[in-house]
């Protein structure tokens, strides 16, 4: 599975949009990106995943570059439940969920 | 559904003790794994299995076995307990494996010390 690399720490206005990016450039073209989150202490959260359209749900808006060598995870309403360790990953079909270092997003009030 | 569970929530072992981290799952999940989190770290993957009577090593496994007998339950054995052990460990699961269409889902953690 392709590395995947993101941002250390961002910080987000509460209520304002959170856009948390990551870097793919070695993605295949059968390997998805899944976002995941982890707020403090408690276990990995599944927000969103996508192959190459832009996808949508309740919590997220995921933004695929046309390359597919970077994406976006846009939180369009930030609240300070946002806080939490955002990860990317790219994963093939079968493929094992790798974690790396992932983005620590504080939203503040 | 009670989802993905864990017992015990908290431990403390002395090194070179055993125990047994309990997971288990009522959503007919084929896939388990199960993560160890060290401070400050991300999650990495010690043991996986893709069914009942099939186990499979991540990226950490020495230190631990897995075995998998029911589709249910994924437990994980520390043999001999170190104190590079000492982590938060969490058990996962899906449909299948971590393809396309298939979110993990979480436990709420183990949380280990080893004196």
């Known amino acids: 599975d392709a590395k995947t690399t993101q941002p250390t720490s961002m910080d987000c206005a509460e209520g304002r949009a959170a856009n948390l990016p990551c870097n793919h450039s070695?993605?295949?073209?059968?390997?998805?990106v899944y976002w995941y989150r982890q707020i403090h202490s408690q276990g990995p959260q599944y927000i969103i995943h996508?192959?190459?359209n832009n996808e949508t749900n309740e919590m997220a808006s995921l933004i695929i570059t046309e390359d597919r060598k970077s994406s976006t995870l846009i939180l369009p309403h930030a609240t300070l439940r946002d806080t939490a360790v955002y990860y990317c990953?790219?994963?093939?079909?079968?493929?094992?969920?790798?974690f790396g270092q992932g983005t620590e997003l504080s939203v503040k009030p | 559904n009670a989802g993905v569970t864990q017992t015990p929530k908290f431990q403390v072992l002395k090194t070179g003790q055993s125990m047994t981290l309990q997971c288990a799952q009522d959503?007919?999940?084929?896939?388990m794994s199960w993560y160890r989190q060290d401070p400050g770290m991300g999650l990495r993957l010690i043991h996986y299995?893709?069914?009942?009577?099939i186990t499979d090593q991540g990226e950490v496994p020495n230190g631990y076995n897995v075995s998998r007998s029911t589709t249910e339950d994924f437990p994980l054995r520390l043999l001999s307990a170190a104190p590079s052990q000492t982590s938060v460990y969490f058990c996962?699961?899906?449909?299948w494996g971590t393809g396309a269409t298939d979110t993990q889902y979480f436990g709420p953690g183990t949380r280990l010390t080893v004196l």
């Open positions: 996962a699961s899906s449909y």
């Open positions: 070695t993605i295949s073209g059968n390997e998805y």
């Open positions: 996508g192959l190459k």
């Open positions: 990953i790219a994963l093939n079909q079968g493929g094992k969920l790798i």
């Open positions: 959503m007919n999940h084929e896939y």
């Open positions: 299995s893709v069914g009942a009577g």
